[in-house]
């Protein structure tokens, strides 16, 4: 239905940035249903996490972003209008955001129990790792 591929990871220095990008294709039908994007993580030993989200607004409504609170100031979720692809600007960077990071799609309208929920997410990318040293 659709692929996501993720790009932009690599090794930097706390303090430093990173840009990721999450391209997606497929099916044309299935892209222009497509409600939530979000960029998720997962650390050596832990959960997967939700970082950020944006709802999909449209002709009423612009577009809403979610964030964890671990990153909020200091990362950026953006998508070009056509969803065509997904970005995740990470200013700041830490050790403790060490992880590889996946983007995800979700066609459901409303997730529960929330848009940083993987849950609700029906397509996965296969990850960018981001490394970051102190």
């Known amino acids: 239905q659709v692929q996501l591929v993720e790009s932009g990871g690599g090794s930097v220095q706390a303090g430093g940035s990173l840009r990721l990008s999450c391209t997606v294709s497929?099916?044309?039908?299935?892209?222009?249903?497509?409600?939530?994007m979000a960029w998720f993580r997962q650390a050596p030993g832990k959960e997967r996490e939700g970082v950020a989200s944006v709802h999909v607004g449209d002709i009423h409504s612009a577009d809403s972003t979610y964030y964890v609170d671990s990153v909020k100031g200091r990362f950026t979720i953006s998508r070009d209008e056509t969803k065509a692809t997904l970005y995740l600007q990470a200013n700041s960077l830490g050790p403790e955001d060490t992880a590889m990071y996946y983007c995800a799609t979700s066609t459901t309208p409303r997730i529960n129990p929330g848009p940083l929920s993987s849950l609700g997410y029906n397509s996965w990318g296969q990850g960018t790792q981001v490394t970051v040293s102190s």
């Open positions: 497929g099916v044309s039908a299935y892209i222009e249903y497509i409600s939530y």
